[in-house]
């Protein structure tokens, strides 16, 4: 089955992107297997990232990049998502800090250098919100930023940094000072050279296992410029939540969609074992089709509806619009774990087996992290309280 593309209508700048992201999701496969049984990191997937330099794309032209939309980086994530989950969740989470520097350093020297340097060197970020044992609440931290001697210093137990070990520099939350509440928070890009991260606990889990997404104490210094000088509250709103959303929706399709090609395949072949009769499961094919569909067509339009609105910080801002960003998590998850399901049943036998052409035990696994990935019910409780004074469309027009 052909799904190359998550948004075949759109205006992607570039074909040669499309490429390049092809010829890595051909490594990510080839490694798919191995990365997941030995729960290591996709080494050959992120080096053919790096010579593709994929990396430093959405970086601007001036400081070295290429310029590329959240669409283009998403159809990448779609592509390496349908080739190995775990290269597509390292990609996805990078970008997203990528994106949350760019759109939010304004004119800050000390940030512009590190995005040169991150094209010029392509460089992997990973992303450290969730601390000690508050989760998901990434609207909190307990950590603060101390300025000492004219430079700052944080030391957070960050619970989970996914690829910790292997990225190039670090994207933190932090509360702004130790005086500061819990929710007033700010943005720290360090780089390697600035922390040292020592291991608290391991990642052994069902999947997502080439994240590497251990838990560490993450000790930093640095200067001043190196925070960025929008709020945290700010950059969680207008960039940090639409481009989580939109580029992990992304990657959970691809795995949803390689699950679907996969059914297909199982179901050709047993038509071709039995004289063209239909195995009992393709009821199930087809329903893996249906929801593949509703979720390719849902991630985007909510990226149409980001693209047309990010650089109106108001319009991005609107319940209405922050409703819809965030439900386009909780929907993508779900459609995405129900797709896998349905291609798995379709697949019977052949399907739950671990082994063999047609196994989707890693699949299953894999997209089993995306509701959790900030936890489903955590969005929706925290929507029906802020939703409760918005109105109830009553007409269809509306
Ligand atoms: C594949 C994957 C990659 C991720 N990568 C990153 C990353 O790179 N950086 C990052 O910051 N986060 C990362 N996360 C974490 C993610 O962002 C959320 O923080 C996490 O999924 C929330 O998990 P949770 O179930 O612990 O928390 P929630 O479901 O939000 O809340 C659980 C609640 O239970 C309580 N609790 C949790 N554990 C315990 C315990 N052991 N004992 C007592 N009470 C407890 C706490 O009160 C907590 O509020 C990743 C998650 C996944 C699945």
Same mark, same amino acid.
């Given at each position: 089955m052909e799904a190359p593309s998550i948004l075949r209508s759109a205006n992607f700048t570039s074909g040669d992107l499309s490429t390049r992201a092809r010829a890595v999701a051909a490594i990510a496969a080839n490694n798919a297997i191995a990365v997941d049984e030995g729960s290591r990191f996709p080494a050959e997937a992120c080096t053919a990232l790096k010579e593709q330099r994929l *990396?430093?794309?959405?970086?601007s032209r001036d400081l =070295? @990049? &290429? =310029? $590329?939309s959240i669409a283009d980086v998403a159809d990448v994530c779609y592509q390496l998502g349908q080739a190995c989950a775990s290269t597509g969740m390292i990609y996805a989470m990078h970008q997203i800090k990528v994106a949350c520097v760019t759109r939010h350093m304004r004119d800050n020297p000390v940030l512009a250098n590190t995005m040169r340097r991150l094209s010029a060197e392509q460089l992997l970020l990973a992303s450290s %919100?969730? &601390?000690?044992? +508050? =989760?998901?609440?990434?609207?909190? +931290? &307990? $950590?603060p930023v101390e300025h000492v001697d004219g430079g700052i210093q944080l030391e957070r137990k960050a619970s989970v940094i996914s690829y910790g070990a292997y990225a190039d520099g670090i994207v933190t939350t932090a509360r702004r000072s130790a005086d500061a509440p819990g929710s007033d928070q700010v943005l720290v890009a360090f780089l390697k050279s600035d922390y040292t991260l020592t291991r608290l606990q391991g990642w052994n889990t *069902? @999947?997502?296992? =080439? %994240?590497? +997404?251990e838990g560490y104490t993450l000790k930093a210094q640095g200067q001043? @410029?190196?925070?960025?000088?929008?709020p945290y509250e700010i950059i969680h709103a207008q960039t940090m939540v639409p481009f989580a959303h939109l580029l992990w929706g992304s990657v959970w399709t691809g795995i949803a969609a390689s699950a679907t090609a996969r059914a297909q395949a199982f179901i050709r072949q047993a038509m071709r074992t039995s004289g063209g009769q239909l195995p009992p499961g393709a009821p199930q094919f087809t329903q893996a089709l249906k929801t593949l569909r509703t979720l390719r067509g849902m991630v985007a339009s909510s990226l149409r509806a980001y693209e047309s609105r990010m650089n109106d910080p108001k319009a991005v801002a609107s319940v209405d619009f922050q409703s819809v960003i965030t439900l386009t998590k909780v929907e993508a998850s779900e459609l995405a774990v129900s797709t896998v399901m349905s291609a798995m049943r379709a697949c019977g036998l052949s399907g739950y087996? $671990? /082994?063999? /052409?047609? %196994?989707?035990g890693r699949h299953l696994r894999d997209v089993l992290s995306s509701p959790i990935m900030i936890n489903n019910d955590r969005i929706l409780a925290n929507l029906a309280t802020s939703s409760l004074m918005t109105p109830i469309p009553t007409s269809m027009r509306d």
């Open positions: *990396l430093g794309v959405m970086v =070295g @990049g &290429e =310029g $590329a %919100t969730t &601390e000690g044992q +508050s =989760g998901g609440n990434v609207r909190s +931290s &307990e $950590a *069902l @999947g997502m296992r =080439g %994240t590497c +997404s001043p @410029g190196q925070i960025l000088p929008d087996r $671990a /082994d063999g /052409d047609f %196994t989707l």
